[in-house]
Protein backbone atom coordinates (compact mmCIF):
# COMPACT_ATOMS: atom_id res chain seq x y z
CA UNK A 1 0.00 0.00 0.00
CA UNK A 2 1.19 3.48 -1.32
CA UNK A 3 0.42 6.67 1.30
CA UNK A 4 0.19 10.02 -0.09
CA UNK A 5 0.57 13.27 1.03
CA UNK A 6 0.40 16.52 -1.04
CA UNK A 7 2.09 19.56 -1.06
CA UNK A 8 1.26 22.39 -4.18
CA UNK A 9 3.93 24.91 -5.35
CA UNK A 10 3.92 27.56 -7.66
CA UNK A 11 4.90 25.19 -11.01
CA UNK A 12 5.75 21.93 -9.66
CA UNK A 13 3.73 19.65 -7.05
CA UNK A 14 5.15 18.08 -4.50
CA UNK A 15 4.38 14.63 -2.72
CA UNK A 16 5.35 13.09 0.49
CA UNK A 17 4.94 8.73 -0.37
CA UNK A 18 5.74 6.08 1.20
CA UNK A 19 6.84 2.87 -0.59
CA UNK A 20 6.63 -0.80 0.66
CA UNK A 21 9.84 -2.86 -0.65
CA UNK A 22 9.42 -6.49 0.95
CA UNK A 23 12.39 -8.89 0.74
CA UNK A 24 15.57 -8.48 2.42
CA UNK A 25 16.42 -7.17 5.79
CA UNK A 26 14.84 -5.38 7.99
CA UNK A 27 14.79 -1.90 8.32
CA UNK A 28 14.70 -1.90 11.61
CA UNK A 29 15.04 -4.58 14.29
CA UNK A 30 11.78 -4.28 15.64
CA UNK A 31 10.50 -5.52 12.09
CA UNK A 32 10.41 -8.93 10.45
CA UNK A 33 11.78 -7.84 7.54
CA UNK A 34 11.61 -5.46 4.31
CA UNK A 35 10.84 -1.73 4.64
CA UNK A 36 8.98 1.65 3.87
CA UNK A 37 10.81 3.93 2.04
CA UNK A 38 10.71 7.75 2.28
CA UNK A 39 10.14 9.60 -0.90
CA UNK A 40 9.82 12.53 -2.58
CA UNK A 41 7.69 12.41 -5.28
CA UNK A 42 7.92 16.19 -7.78
CA UNK A 43 5.01 16.70 -10.26
CA UNK A 44 4.69 18.56 -13.08
CA UNK A 45 1.81 21.20 -14.13
CA UNK A 46 0.31 19.77 -16.86
CA UNK A 47 0.42 15.13 -17.23
CA UNK A 48 3.99 14.25 -16.95
CA UNK A 49 5.66 13.31 -20.29
CA UNK A 50 7.78 10.45 -18.26
CA UNK A 51 8.02 8.98 -15.03
CA UNK A 52 11.69 9.28 -13.34
CA UNK A 53 13.19 7.43 -10.67
CA UNK A 54 16.66 8.76 -8.86
CA UNK A 55 18.24 5.95 -7.31
CA UNK A 56 21.31 7.91 -5.18
CA UNK A 57 24.88 6.81 -4.59
CA UNK A 58 26.18 5.34 -1.24
CA UNK A 59 26.34 7.74 1.88
CA UNK A 60 24.21 10.58 0.19
CA UNK A 61 21.48 11.98 1.64
CA UNK A 62 18.02 11.71 -0.20
CA UNK A 63 17.53 15.35 -0.31
CA UNK A 64 20.74 16.36 -1.93
CA UNK A 65 18.92 15.35 -5.02
CA UNK A 66 15.51 17.28 -4.54
CA UNK A 67 16.70 20.25 -6.66
CA UNK A 68 17.56 18.35 -9.79
CA UNK A 69 14.09 16.33 -9.02
CA UNK A 70 11.87 19.59 -8.83
CA UNK A 71 14.13 20.99 -12.29
CA UNK A 72 12.99 17.76 -13.85
CA UNK A 73 9.49 17.89 -12.80
CA UNK A 74 9.30 22.44 -13.57
CA UNK A 75 11.65 22.12 -16.52
CA UNK A 76 10.84 18.59 -18.42
CA UNK A 77 7.85 17.91 -17.67
CA UNK A 78 8.72 14.74 -15.85
CA UNK A 79 7.36 13.32 -12.59
CA UNK A 80 10.26 12.50 -10.42
CA UNK A 81 11.05 10.36 -7.57
CA UNK A 82 13.59 10.72 -5.00
CA UNK A 83 13.79 8.36 -1.75
CA UNK A 84 16.14 7.19 1.00
CA UNK A 85 17.15 3.91 0.84
CA UNK A 86 16.31 1.40 4.03
CA UNK A 87 18.19 2.76 6.97
CA UNK A 88 18.60 5.95 5.90
CA UNK A 89 15.42 7.42 6.31
CA UNK A 90 16.30 9.18 9.46
CA UNK A 91 19.95 9.51 11.41
CA UNK A 92 20.06 6.17 13.95
CA UNK A 93 21.80 5.76 16.96
CA UNK A 94 24.99 4.30 17.06
CA UNK A 95 23.18 1.14 18.70
CA UNK A 96 20.77 0.68 15.86
CA UNK A 97 23.75 0.80 13.24
CA UNK A 98 25.75 -2.07 15.07
CA UNK A 99 22.46 -4.08 14.96
CA UNK A 100 21.46 -3.87 11.09
CA UNK A 101 21.60 -5.91 8.92
CA UNK A 102 20.82 -3.80 6.05
CA UNK A 103 23.18 -4.29 3.28
CA UNK A 104 24.03 -3.13 -0.26
CA UNK A 105 21.72 -5.96 -1.69
CA UNK A 106 19.12 -5.10 0.35
CA UNK A 107 19.24 -1.52 -1.62
CA UNK A 108 20.23 -2.42 -4.97
CA UNK A 109 17.77 -5.32 -5.70
CA UNK A 110 14.80 -4.35 -2.93
CA UNK A 111 14.96 -0.87 -2.45
CA UNK A 112 15.64 0.31 -6.37
CA UNK A 113 13.16 -2.62 -7.53
CA UNK A 114 10.38 -1.24 -5.31
CA UNK A 115 10.52 2.15 -6.32
CA UNK A 116 10.71 1.15 -10.04
CA UNK A 117 7.83 -0.43 -9.67
CA UNK A 118 6.33 2.30 -7.56
CA UNK A 119 6.61 4.46 -10.61
CA UNK A 120 5.58 1.80 -12.84
CA UNK A 121 2.37 1.29 -11.48
CA UNK A 122 1.47 4.95 -10.35
CA UNK A 123 2.38 6.00 -14.29
CA UNK A 124 1.24 3.73 -16.43
CA UNK A 125 1.10 5.81 -19.69
CA UNK A 126 4.43 7.81 -19.19
CA UNK A 127 7.47 6.68 -20.53
CA UNK A 128 9.41 5.05 -17.50
CA UNK A 129 13.28 6.48 -17.01
CA UNK A 130 15.84 5.43 -14.46
CA UNK A 131 18.94 7.71 -13.29
CA UNK A 132 21.52 6.14 -11.07
CA UNK A 133 24.00 7.63 -9.53
CA UNK A 134 26.89 5.98 -8.50
CA UNK A 135 25.97 2.94 -6.96
CA UNK A 136 22.55 3.81 -8.25
CA UNK A 137 23.14 1.92 -11.36
CA UNK A 138 24.27 -0.97 -10.38
CA UNK A 139 20.97 -2.78 -9.82
CA UNK A 140 18.59 -2.13 -12.73
CA UNK A 141 19.87 -5.24 -14.41
CA UNK A 142 18.10 -7.71 -11.77
CA UNK A 143 14.41 -6.08 -11.74
CA UNK A 144 11.66 -7.70 -12.72
CA UNK A 145 10.55 -4.39 -14.34
CA UNK A 146 13.82 -4.27 -16.18
CA UNK A 147 12.31 -4.40 -19.78
CA UNK A 148 10.18 -1.65 -18.95
CA UNK A 149 12.48 0.77 -18.53
CA UNK A 150 13.09 3.07 -21.76
CA UNK A 151 16.02 4.55 -20.69
CA UNK A 152 19.11 3.94 -18.07
CA UNK A 153 21.36 7.05 -17.14
CA UNK A 154 24.29 5.91 -15.39
CA UNK A 155 26.07 8.62 -14.06
CA UNK A 156 29.35 8.42 -12.63
CA UNK A 157 29.00 4.72 -12.34
CA UNK A 158 30.79 1.90 -13.34
CA UNK A 159 32.42 -1.14 -11.95
CA UNK A 160 34.86 0.41 -9.44
CA UNK A 161 37.64 -1.70 -9.07
CA UNK A 162 40.00 0.37 -6.70
CA UNK A 163 42.84 0.52 -8.82
CA UNK A 164 41.09 2.05 -11.80
CA UNK A 165 40.61 5.25 -9.54
CA UNK A 166 43.40 7.82 -10.82
CA UNK A 167 45.84 10.12 -8.42
CA UNK A 168 44.89 10.51 -4.81
CA UNK A 169 41.79 9.09 -5.48
CA UNK A 170 43.44 5.64 -5.80
CA UNK A 171 45.31 5.99 -2.82
CA UNK A 172 41.93 7.00 -0.46
CA UNK A 173 39.92 3.97 -2.08
CA UNK A 174 42.80 1.24 -1.13
CA UNK A 175 42.84 2.91 2.69
CA UNK A 176 38.93 2.67 2.13
CA UNK A 177 38.68 -1.16 1.16
CA UNK A 178 42.05 -2.30 2.70
CA UNK A 179 43.10 0.20 5.67
CA UNK A 180 41.22 2.82 7.32
CA UNK A 181 37.69 1.54 6.41
CA UNK A 182 37.97 -1.91 7.77
CA UNK A 183 39.59 -0.45 10.92
CA UNK A 184 36.52 2.24 11.23
CA UNK A 185 34.05 -0.72 10.59
CA UNK A 186 36.28 -2.92 13.45
CA UNK A 187 36.80 -0.17 16.17
CA UNK A 188 32.74 1.07 15.45
CA UNK A 189 30.83 -1.77 14.55
CA UNK A 190 29.99 0.66 11.33
CA UNK A 191 31.14 2.93 8.95
CA UNK A 192 31.03 6.51 10.39
CA UNK A 193 30.44 8.63 6.98
CA UNK A 194 31.89 12.10 8.84
CA UNK A 195 35.25 9.76 8.99
CA UNK A 196 34.78 9.16 5.34
CA UNK A 197 33.37 12.05 3.59
CA UNK A 198 30.29 10.86 3.27
CA UNK A 199 26.75 12.36 3.96
CA UNK A 200 25.65 9.31 6.17
CA UNK A 201 26.78 6.76 8.17
CA UNK A 202 26.64 3.26 6.98
CA UNK A 203 25.77 -0.16 8.07
CA UNK A 204 28.35 -2.62 8.29
CA UNK A 205 27.05 -5.26 5.72
CA UNK A 206 26.33 -2.22 3.10
CA UNK A 207 29.81 -1.73 3.96
CA UNK A 208 31.16 -5.29 3.07
CA UNK A 209 28.96 -6.14 0.27
CA UNK A 210 29.99 -2.44 -1.28
CA UNK A 211 33.96 -3.66 -0.53
CA UNK A 212 33.09 -6.71 -2.14
CA UNK A 213 32.01 -5.30 -5.70
CA UNK A 214 34.62 -3.09 -5.75
CA UNK A 215 37.69 -5.22 -4.98
CA UNK A 216 37.47 -7.13 -7.90
CA UNK A 217 36.95 -6.57 -11.45
CA UNK A 218 33.38 -7.86 -12.16
CA UNK A 219 30.79 -5.06 -10.07
CA UNK A 220 28.59 -7.75 -8.12
CA UNK A 221 28.36 -10.50 -11.20
CA UNK A 222 30.08 -12.82 -8.59
CA UNK A 223 26.84 -12.43 -6.32
CA UNK A 224 24.66 -13.11 -9.15
CA UNK A 225 22.91 -16.79 -8.55
CA UNK A 226 23.85 -16.10 -4.75
CA UNK A 227 23.17 -12.99 -2.73
CA UNK A 228 21.64 -11.34 -5.85
CA UNK A 229 19.40 -13.00 -7.89
CA UNK A 230 20.09 -13.50 -12.08
CA UNK A 231 20.22 -10.36 -14.34
CA UNK A 232 15.82 -10.37 -15.13
CA UNK A 233 14.32 -12.22 -18.02
CA UNK A 234 13.66 -10.22 -20.35
CA UNK A 235 16.62 -7.82 -19.63
CA UNK A 236 16.72 -4.40 -19.60
CA UNK A 237 16.52 -3.39 -23.39
CA UNK A 238 15.79 0.35 -23.64
CA UNK A 239 18.58 3.21 -24.34
CA UNK A 240 21.70 3.26 -22.05
CA UNK A 241 23.47 7.01 -21.24
CA UNK A 242 26.36 6.68 -19.59
CA UNK A 243 27.62 10.47 -18.09
CA UNK A 244 31.22 10.70 -16.47
CA UNK A 245 32.73 13.53 -14.98
CA UNK A 246 35.85 14.84 -16.60
CA UNK A 247 37.29 15.79 -13.12
CA UNK A 248 35.77 12.23 -11.57
CA UNK A 249 38.99 10.61 -10.39
CA UNK A 250 37.06 7.66 -8.04
CA UNK A 251 35.27 6.12 -11.51
CA UNK A 252 37.02 7.92 -14.30
CA UNK A 253 34.92 8.05 -17.77
CA UNK A 254 36.63 4.58 -19.00
CA UNK A 255 35.39 2.69 -15.93
CA UNK A 256 31.91 4.48 -16.33
CA UNK A 257 31.76 3.29 -20.31
CA UNK A 258 32.80 0.00 -18.97
CA UNK A 259 29.02 -0.11 -17.58
CA UNK A 260 28.04 -1.15 -20.81
CA UNK A 261 28.91 -4.20 -20.60
CA UNK A 262 26.32 -5.13 -17.64
CA UNK A 263 23.75 -4.46 -20.10
CA UNK A 264 24.31 -6.22 -22.75
CA UNK A 265 20.65 -5.68 -24.34
CA UNK A 266 20.34 -2.12 -24.32
CA UNK A 267 19.11 -0.76 -27.92
CA UNK A 268 21.87 1.67 -27.68
CA UNK A 269 24.45 3.26 -25.91
CA UNK A 270 25.71 6.78 -25.93
CA UNK A 271 28.33 7.79 -23.48
CA UNK A 272 28.65 11.63 -22.49
CA UNK A 273 31.64 14.09 -20.41
CA UNK A 274 30.47 16.56 -18.15
CA UNK A 275 33.56 18.80 -18.48
CA UNK A 276 33.22 21.57 -15.85
CA UNK A 277 35.25 24.09 -18.19
CA UNK A 278 33.33 23.48 -20.94
CA UNK A 279 30.14 24.20 -18.49
CA UNK A 280 31.52 27.31 -17.08
CA UNK A 281 32.04 24.72 -13.40
CA UNK A 282 34.49 25.05 -11.15
CA UNK A 283 34.34 21.37 -10.54
CA UNK A 284 31.87 18.18 -10.92
CA UNK A 285 33.53 15.17 -9.62
CA UNK A 286 32.25 12.07 -8.53
CA UNK A 287 28.97 13.87 -6.47
CA UNK A 288 29.14 17.25 -7.60
CA UNK A 289 27.01 16.91 -10.86
CA UNK A 290 23.13 16.63 -8.99
CA UNK A 291 24.12 19.57 -6.99
CA UNK A 292 22.60 23.33 -7.38
CA UNK A 293 25.57 24.92 -8.43
CA UNK A 294 26.02 22.27 -11.33
CA UNK A 295 22.93 23.17 -12.60
CA UNK A 296 24.86 23.89 -16.35
CA UNK A 297 25.49 20.52 -15.94
CA UNK A 298 21.63 18.89 -15.60
CA UNK A 299 20.90 18.66 -19.38
CA UNK A 300 23.44 16.58 -19.86
CA UNK A 301 21.89 14.00 -17.35
CA UNK A 302 18.18 14.50 -18.23
CA UNK A 303 17.69 14.65 -21.95
Known amino acids: MQETRAKTGATAREEAVFIEAPGGAPSEPSRPGGATLAGRLFLPAGAPVAAVVLH?????????????????????????????YRGCEARQSRSALRRSQVGMVDWAL????????FMAARFPGA????????????????????????????????????????????????GFW???????????????????GLGADLPPNVYRDWRRWCTGPDLHKGDWGGALPMPADPPFSGRLTLV??????????????????????????????????????ESVGHIGGFSRRAAAAWPMIAD
Not at 178 to 196: D, N, S
Not at 251 to 279: C, H, K, N, Q, W
Open 56 to 84: GAAGVPRDYYAAFAEWLARERGAAALIYA
Open 110 to 117: HDQGAALA
Open 127 to 174: ELRVIGHSMGGFGTMLHGRADAVARLTAVCSGPALWTRARGAARAQAF
Open 178 to 196: HGLGQAALMFHGYIPGKLF
Open 244 to 281: SAADDDTIPTAVVEDMARFYPGASGVETRVMDPAALGL
